[in-house]
């Protein structure tokens, strides 16, 4: 039968244990300092292991990374209770890792007697955490443009009106549609008119403040949300800059191309105070533009609700794809 008496605890023996261990882990004291540390923390922080053992981090992390490491030590040493955190850390090369901590207590024998500390076990979690965000950038932003799409569009929206009903503040709600767009892709090809719709996203970018949001729906339809204005005066001031700013010729191989916009603008609360309102009434704006010749904008009218429903707004087709990026 196996006996434990065989093993000496020993330093060296926890040493090795330690090592064995391929995450990062260290044991502190009740002043913090390093009382043990395996190779993978060494590897980790990029120096030998005598330069972290005694050390509390001083001069090795920031003081604002080491406030919340002893703060969660001073909590374990004082409840007993083992702890569970996701924070930042500067690693070897001075790079930011985000790693998940688990400290629990532990009593070990020294030379004055039984004393406790910390085992604190480090997970790498940087390289997941960026896929997530990866993830969910992806989700949220369309391929072609990297702008916000019409999901993520939806729910700033939904947030904007929200917010404009309690501060009292005007929204408005900027739809765009190139015009005269499918030619260009039969004439020069897909890849010419991906590279129109980059521009087009980087120019859209460029008019509004900070805070705004551009948005592509699909197609060559975008979409803009405009905070905190005063009145009517200023959505068109922007519609207005919008139609100068895509009416530019883009340099494009083999040859320069023209095209134009049309704008429609609707107001929140005078033009509705919901998302769904909002994004109709913008949009029978925008077709009484496309319907009048196109290259302009209008702010909606109640006479508009005899129109009948762009492109943009259109129920799905057959396939169940919405009839987008079509002209009336």
Known sequence: MFAQSTIIPTVEVLQALLDSIPNPVIVIDREHRLVLVNQAMADFMGRPREALLGQTGAGLLPQAQLEVFWRIDDQVFATGLPNENEEIVTGAGGRQRIVITRKRLIHLDTAEGRAPFIVAVISDVTRFREAEARAHHLAAH??????????????????????????????????????????????????????????????????????????RLGGDEFCVIQLGIRDAAQALHLADRIVAAIGHPFATDPEPIVVSASVGVALCPFDGDDPETLLDRADRALYAVKHAGRGSYRRYEA??????????????????????????
């Open 142 to 215: 369309d391929l072609l443009t990297g702008l916000p799409n019409r999901g993520q569009l939806t729910l700033r929206l939904a947030q904007a009106l929200a917010a404009a009903r309690s501060s009292g503040e005007v929204v408005g709600l900027l739809l765009v549609d190139l015009d005269g767009f499918k030619p260009i892709n039969d004439q020069f090809g897909h890849l010419v008119g991906d590279n129109v719709l980059r521009i087009v996203a980087r120019r859209l970018s460029g008019v509004i403040r900070a805070g705004d949001t551009v948005a």
């Open 303 to 328: 006479s508009m609700q005899r129109l009948s429903a762009s492109p943009v707004m259109r129920p799905a087709g057959p396939d169940g794809a919405a009839a987008a990026g079509g002209e009336p």
